[in-house]
Nanobody, 122 residues
Framework: QAQLVESGGGVVQAGDSLRLSCAAS????????MAWYRQAPGKQREIVAA????????YYADSVKGRFTISRGDAQNTVYLQMNSLKPEDTAIYYC???????????????WGQGTQVTVSS
């Protein structure tokens, strides 16, 4: 089971950018799909973006299309979420997740990180 550690969260103003990072504890995640989820106060956790093992296929929630970009690092056991044009409604705890396929990671991830807080002020 992979240990996932998120970083990069913070407090920013609307329109600013942030880049979140997720580092996995071992390189087997090179063969795994990765995803970012978020959970806002009082709301259910929702998928934000996902990427398959080789980085070719990506998925984005409609709410972030054109603003967020998911990518894998050169070492492959890292994944990033570049967030541009942030809005107050993007405020949430952002979680990294992994699973054997992009279908699985967008529905029932196997591994989860502890989350990193992103707060966007208006």
């Amino acid at each position: 089971q992979a240990q996932l550690v998120e970083s990069g969260g913070g407090v920013v103003q609307a329109g600013d950018s942030l880049r979140l990072s997720c580092a996995a504890s071992h390189r087997t995640v090179n063969h795994y799909a990765m995803a970012w989820y978020r959970q806002a106060p009082g709301k259910q956790r929702e998928i934000v973006a996902a990427i398959n093992a080789n980085g070719v296929t990506t998925y984005y929630a409609d709410s972030v299309k054109g603003r967020f970009t998911i990518s894998r690092g050169d070492a492959q056991n890292t994944v990033y979420l570049q967030m541009n044009s942030l809005k107050p409604e993007d405020t949430a705890i952002y979680y990294c997740a992994s699973a054997i396929s992009i279908t699985m990671v967008t529905s029932t991830p196997r591994d989860w990180g502890q989350g990193t807080q992103v707060t966007v002020s208006s």
